[in-house]
């Protein structure tokens, strides 16, 4: 997929959207079904197997690895959910091939969802829908309100996610971004929408109707899988970049090429050893997670080591992106350059909240024995 990717990245960031060449080479390549549940025809990979296909994306273009990562997780996980009526008309109307069909979207629940008939009248303001310019359905997750209160499913409130057609949402064209301009990473909006039970499922707590040898996993635990390989693929290519260029850039004042200056050898040294250190990490992390759910013991320390492994992932990306970018000098400074993508979109993606700093406060907590966390 190499060719057509990256021969796409510049354009896609451009029009700020993966083009229709790569989107349709993910379609053909059927890379959706490492994610699927097996009953729909997926191979419902291990954590490990998704990390190494969403990093190899990503190590092409950043934003098709995220897009391609995010995008196969929420479609995976609402086919894991729905219910029969659901996925019969989404994933399997007339001969569809299920591992054609992308979702965009998420699960934060910002939006309102009113009890009305057989349905849900449902109203919210919705961002970052990484892909939704290419999805075929938005994904739209609202907390239940009855007597103008949300419901509670225990201690939370219960939340309810909506598998909506693209054509029925409003999307604001607001993407203009600091990174990871070609993910099309739109606002969305549901304008008191009404929605059918069918196309909707209870997100509060992981019960899954299909794919329960991985989507028994908390949410936000299968969510670090895709979340490592975009890191460890920008990560990847970045050094990679700096490698090539270091052997025939000589900077100004300079009597040798930058790969045979001290300075610079000593800094490739250790982020790239320090990034090979996360990327194994990462691996024996999920590795060990993956083991202990097939046994049936997964922990809340097995859930908070893959977690770390994953900030621990962005932060080795990130350093070793801004070390390149660096030892590159003034070459970098143009977009044309692909490091100068790769240290934007890594940028981009440390912003979200899965590798911000509460993630480590939280790993803390588990280790230190305070009581559990959310978000782990």
Known sequence: MASVVEGDAEEAEARRTLQPKTVEALREAKLLRGFLPVELGGYECDLSALVSVVAELSRQ??????????????????AAHLP????????????????????????PPVGRAVREGEGWRVSGDFRFGSGILHADYVVCTALEIENDAPVMDGAIPLMRTFVVPRDQVRIEDNWYAAGLEGTGSCDYHLDDHWHPDSLSFVASHSDPIRGRSLYSLPLLTVANAPHCGFA?????RALEEIRDLATSRLRLGSSAPVAERPAFQQSFGRVSTRFDAAEVLVNARASALQEAHRDGAVTLAHRAGFTAATTNAYESALEAAQVAF???????????????????DIQAGCQHIVPSEESWERVAQVGLGLPDPPMI
């Open 232 to 236: 460890l693929g920008v990560g990847r």
């Open 326 to 344: 660096r030892a590159a000098g003034g070459a970098a400074l143009y977009r044309s350059v692909r490091l100068q993508r790769c240290l934007r």
């Open 61 to 78: 273009d950043g934003a098709a690895g995220w897009c391609f990562g995010m995008n196969a997780f929420i479609t995976s996980i609402c």
């Open 84 to 107: 029969d009526e659901g996925i019969e008309e989404i994933y399997q109307a007339g001969g569809r091939d299920p591992s054609r069909v992308l979702m965009a979207g998420g699960f």
